[in-house]
Nanobody, 123 residues
Framework: QVQLVESGGGLVQAGDSLRLSCAGS????????MAWFRQAPGKEREFVAA????????YAEDSTKGRFTISRDNAKKMTYLQMSSLKPEDTAVYYC????????????????WGPGTQVTVSS
């Protein structure tokens, strides 16, 4: 298991950019595939982006491709989500998640989750 804490959320205007950070703890952070999910009020949690343990392979949800970029720094045990051209429909609580080795688009594949950080995009 790995402990995760997100930061960087806030209130922004449509078109702005924001970078979310996820701090991991534990010796084996570089062994974990990492992902970002989000959950808007009244909606199910949805996949946003994922990255493999070495950072060599990334995945993104179709509606965020070209706007959101996931990255990681294993030396710092950090995962990032750079978000640009934000839209009101991006408003949600954003969660960081971890699973051993490979990344996945399915939330049920992840065993470790952070508490989440709120992102609100005003129009």
């Amino acid at each position: 298991q790995v402990q995760l804490v997100e930061s960087g959320g806030g209130l922004v205007q449509a078109g702005d950019s924001l970078r979310l950070s996820c701090a991991g703890s534990g010796r084996a952070f570089s062994s974990f595939g990492m992902a970002w999910f989000r959950q808007a009020p009244g909606k199910e949690r949805e996949f946003v982006a994922a990255i493999g343990s070495t950072g060599g392979r990334t995945y993104a949800e179709d509606s965020t491709k070209g706007r959101f970029t996931i990255s990681r720094d294993n030396a710092k045990k950090m995962t990032y989500l750079q978000m640009s051209s934000l839209k009101p429909e991006d408003t949600a609580v954003y969660y960081c998640a971890a699973r051993m080795w490979t990344a996945s688009r399915r939330s049920g594949d992840y065993g470790s989750w952070g508490p989440g950080t709120q992102v609100t995009v005003s129009s």
